[in-house]
T-cell receptor
């Protein structure tokens, strides 16, 4: 069955360091992959979308890579700040774009 | 703020009852999706509506049903509530102009508790 795995353990890093979050998937051939941020008690907020033919995408301090051979996406936050503390969710689109499947999310804690 | 609103914010029901949750999409958006998010887990896709027609469905039983109205507002109805239906229900709207992925704008969610 299709599976999307994100590290369920919280990631604790020091302010100023680079945070790297991992999203692995199996039995899936997504055409697109998205990353969202979710704060407690709120809905997810869209961050980045990357297509299967793109290797890397950047937006300000954020960088996403997408390796369809390894079936893995890496999400990087450079020069992390305490305000970056949140849960980060990866989500895969089917080819029709009408179904988005989310991973369980990884909680990031950035300490000052 | 995304411009997507949901009501009510919180709701408590008992097993066997029926519930209707409401969502108002962001202005100009033509697609709405509903998700169920259990505590500590990622959102699970329930279904999507595009131009008032169901356009995709996740692994949820028929007692989960929906509607999308001409003004692109939407409802999620759940019949015969079960304890496991307790969760945060999220709606997300997007503007779909052609096939492919589109960023989704989420509302704050409705917290449903089934006793």
């Amino acid at each position: 069955s299709q599976k999307i795995e994100q590290n369920s353990e919280a990631l604790n890093i020091q302010e100023g360091k680079t945070a790297t979050l991992t999203c692995n998937y199996t039995n899936y051939s997504p055409a697109y992959l998205q990353w969202y941020r979710q704060d407690p008690g709120r809905g997810p907020v869209f961050l980045l979308l990357i297509r299967e033919n793109e290797k890397e995408k950047r937006k300000e301090r954020l960088k996403v890579t997408f390796d369809t051979t390894l079936k893995q996406s890496l999400f990087h936050i450079t020069a992390s700040q305490p305000a970056d503390s949140a849960t980060y969710l990866c989500a895969l689109h089917n080819n029709a774009g009408n179904m988005l499947t989310f991973g369980g999310g990884t909680r990031l804690m950035v300490k000052p | 703020e995304t411009g997507v609103t949901q009501s009510p914010t919180h709701l408590i029901k008992t097993r066997g009852q029926q519930v209707t949750l409401r969502c108002s999409s962001q202005s100009g958006h033509n697609t709405v999706s509903w998700y169920q998010q259990a505590l500590g887990q990622g959102p699970q896709f329930i279904f999507q509506y595009y131009r008032e027609e169901e356009n995709g469905r996740g692994n949820f039983p028929p007692r989960f049903s929906g509607l999308q109205f001409p003004n692109y507002s939407s409802e999620l109805n759940v019949n015969a509530l079960e304890l496991d239906d307790s969760a945060l229900y999220l709606c997300a709207s997007s503007l779909v102009q052609r096939q492919g992925a589109h960023e989704q704008f989420f509302g704050p969610g409705t917290r449903l508790t089934v006793l």
